[in-house]
Nanobody, 123 residues
Framework: EVQLVESGGGSVQAGGSLRLSCTAS????????MGWYRQAAGNGCEFVST???????YYSDSVRGRFTISRDGAKNTVYLQMNSLKSEDTAMYYC?????????????????WGQGTQVTVSS
């Protein structure tokens, strides 16, 4: 059974930090680019960040310089360190394999994704 379990979301004030974690099981974690997308209320998916199998990282313009993605193959876990949070970062954050697909081709194109963790930033 494929599972991606996110944790670390919560409510913070603007300027604060959160660290999201996602532990995967049931598929070949090392064979996939992993990362995060988010959905704010009423919006479609928004790509946040991905880390490729070789460790190369990519970020959306809105989070570059504030968020840092990493992965630990030994633990099948991908992390998202979020600093200098803004109210516009408020959304449900989802871990996924190949998260850029959501932005390019929509939610239906995703192969593996988690249940999401809520991030709320108050100004």
């Amino acid at each position: 059974e494929v599972q991606l379990v996110e944790s670390g979301g919560g409510s913070v004030q603007a300027g604060g930090s959160l660290r999201l974690s996602c532990t995967a099981s049931g598929f070949g974690f090392d064979a996939f680019d992993m990362g995060w997308y988010r959905q704010a209320a009423g919006n479609g998916c928004e790509f946040v960040s991905t880390i490729k199998r070789d460790g190369t990282t990519y970020y959306s313009d809105s989070v570059r310089g504030r968020f840092t993605i990493s992965r630990d193959g030994a633990k099948n876990t991908v992390y998202l360190q979020m600093n200098s949070l803004k109210s516009e970062d408020t959304a449900m954050y989802y871990c996924a394999a190949d998260p850029l697909r959501c932005h390019l081709d929509g939610l239906a194109s995703l192969k593996y994704w988690g249940q999401g963790t809520q991030v709320t930033v108050s100004s």
